[in-house]
């Protein structure tokens, strides 16, 4: 009796944690930034959990002078979490932006770094909003060790005119190395336009090449989420009692 009560116990206990209509995401990892202080801002903290946000691809030469990273939290209504909003560009005595044409593929944009250890099924959301003048198009990529990142996904295009993009969503539930993974990253990045009169070179929100002076992007909302991965010894003792291993108790 006590094996049957113990096994029925078990699988009541991994239906309810495994139905559908209870199972829920967890927040690994989020980045609103309503909780910080407008200004310049390279490495805004998370509102939930830890990791990493830094821009990319700001500090440069393709300007003359010389772009420096000087991304910002500001005022930006219009997103899911919509009082801030993180600005991703660069700063300088002249008249670029950091904002590029000459700038590689994928090499502009925001990367953020989350240590996914215990969870798997992980997903990724965000808001994006460039501006009239900024990128019109977008890449995530991934990459379960640091360094070697990855595209997923369709190249995203921007709004025909500015505004909030929310709750872009990139599901990497099907790749099991990012699950479990300390060194897990995303990257969310400039692409060429794939398509039109000017395809193969970055465009805005119009179609027409940037001008390498103006335009950026805004990031709010990313948050990295996935579920709990079970505890080895509940899989253990749910398997044994389905094939009947458990040990029953004489006397």
């Given at each position: 009796?006590?094996?049957?009560y113990?096994?029925?116990?078990?699988?009541?206990?991994?239906?309810?944690?495994?139905?559908?209509?209870?199972?829920?995401?967890?927040?690994?990892?989020?980045?609103?930034?309503?909780s910080?202080?407008?200004?310049?801002?390279?490495?805004?903290?998370?509102?939930?959990?830890?990791?990493?946000?830094?821009?990319?691809?700001?500090?440069n030469?393709?300007?003359?002078?010389?772009?420096?990273?000087?991304?910002?939290?500001?005022?930006?209504?219009?997103?899911?979490?919509?009082t801030?909003?993180?600005?991703?560009?660069?700063?300088?005595?002249?008249?670029?932006?950091?904002?590029?044409?000459?700038?590689?593929?994928?090499?502009?944009?925001?990367?953020?770094?989350?240590?996914?250890?215990?969870?798997?099924?992980?997903?990724?959301?965000y808001?994006?909003?460039?501006?009239?003048m900024?990128?019109?198009?977008?890449?995530?990529?991934?990459?379960?060790?640091g360094?070697?990142?990855?595209?997923?996904?369709?190249?995203?295009?921007?709004?025909?005119?500015?505004?909030?993009?929310?709750?872009?969503?990139?599901?990497?539930?099907?790749i099991?190395?990012?699950?479990?993974?300390?060194?897990?990253?995303?990257?969310?990045?400039?692409?060429?336009?794939?398509?039109?009169?000017?395809?193969?070179?970055?465009?805005?929100?119009?179609?027409?090449?940037?001008?390498?002076?103006?335009?950026?992007?805004?990031?709010?909302?990313?948050?990295?989420?996935?579920?709990?991965?079970?505890?080895?010894?509940?899989?253990?003792?749910?398997?044994?009692?389905?094939?009947?291993?458990?040990?029953?108790?004489?006397?």
């Amino acid at each position: 009796m006590r094996r049957s009560y113990l096994c029925a116990l078990l699988f009541s206990s991994a239906f309810a944690v495994a139905s559908p209509a209870m199972v829920q995401a967890a927040t690994i990892t989020a980045f609103t930034f309503d909780s910080l202080t407008t200004g310049i801002n390279n490495s805004p903290a998370p509102t939930t959990g830890s990791g990493t946000a830094s821009p990319l691809g700001m500090t440069n030469s393709f300007t003359s002078p010389a772009s420096t990273t000087s991304a910002d939290v500001l005022n930006n209504p219009g997103s899911t979490t919509p009082t801030q909003a993180w600005r991703i560009r660069g700063g300088g005595t002249g008249s670029g932006n950091g904002w590029a044409a000459a700038a590689p593929q994928y090499s502009q944009g925001s990367q953020y770094l989350v240590d996914t250890t215990g969870y798997e099924d992980i997903v990724l959301t965000y808001d994006w909003s460039p501006t009239t003048m900024g990128v019109k198009h977008q890449q995530v990529q991934y990459t379960t060790d640091g360094s070697v990142w990855t595209n997923i996904g369709l190249i995203v295009a921007g709004p025909a005119t500015e505004g909030w993009v929310n709750g872009i969503t990139v599901d990497l539930s099907t790749i099991p190395a990012v699950d479990n993974n300390a060194l897990f990253g995303v990257r969310i990045v400039s692409a060429y336009a794939p398509d039109g009169p000017n395809a193969g070179q970055y465009v805005n929100l119009a179609g027409n090449p940037i001008n390498s002076t103006s335009g950026n992007w805004r990031m709010d909302s990313v948050v990295i989420s996935g579920t709990l991965i079970p505890e080895p010894g509940t899989v253990g003792l749910l398997a044994a009692c389905a094939l009947g291993l458990l040990p029953r108790r004489r006397g």
